[in-house]
């Protein structure tokens, strides 16, 4: 069975940090795009950044630029995503997605969504 598991997420106050993982069960990561998204209550679920199958072409959107830091370790078979300087419009589900990589590969605030696979979530909750 092939899917996407997050993991990392949890309850900080403004100012922290949190690491959330993509570990991929049942496929290999090394070929595959990895986008992370989030989704707050109520809202649209928006892009938060992605990486390309190398590791070495990254997007951040405009929101996090600056604090969140999107990294991989294919010898893991891992994705991350390093939060830093929380805030509370932070506060979300957070996915991962995997899609065959492909030249020209981006994310941008206005998508794309169109991945293959996706995984359950993790909870981030930025509060004091």
């Known amino acids: 069975q092939l899917h996407l598991v997050e993991s990392g997420g949890g309850l900080v106050q403004p100012g922290g940090s949190l690491r959330l993982s993509c570990a991929a069960s049942g496929f290999t990561l090394s070929s595959y795009a990895i986008g992370w998204f989030r989704q707050a209550l109520g809202k649209e679920p928006e892009v938060v950044s992605c990486?390309?199958?190398?590791?070495?072409?990254?997007n951040v959107m405009t929101s996090v630029k600056g604090r969140f830091t999107i990294s991989r370790d294919n010898a893991k078979n891992a994705v991350y995503l390093q939060m830093n300087s929380l805030k509370l419009e932070d506060t979300g589900a957070y996915y991962c997605?995997?899609?065959?990589?492909?030249?020209?590969?981006?994310?941008?605030?206005?998508?794309?969504?169109?991945?293959?696979?996706w995984g359950q979530g993790t909870q981030v909750t930025v509060s004091s």
């Open positions: 997605a995997a899609v065959k990589d492909f030249d020209g590969f981006y994310c941008s605030e206005n998508g794309p969504f169109e991945y293959t696979y």
């Open positions: 990486v390309n199958s190398g590791g070495d072409s990254t």
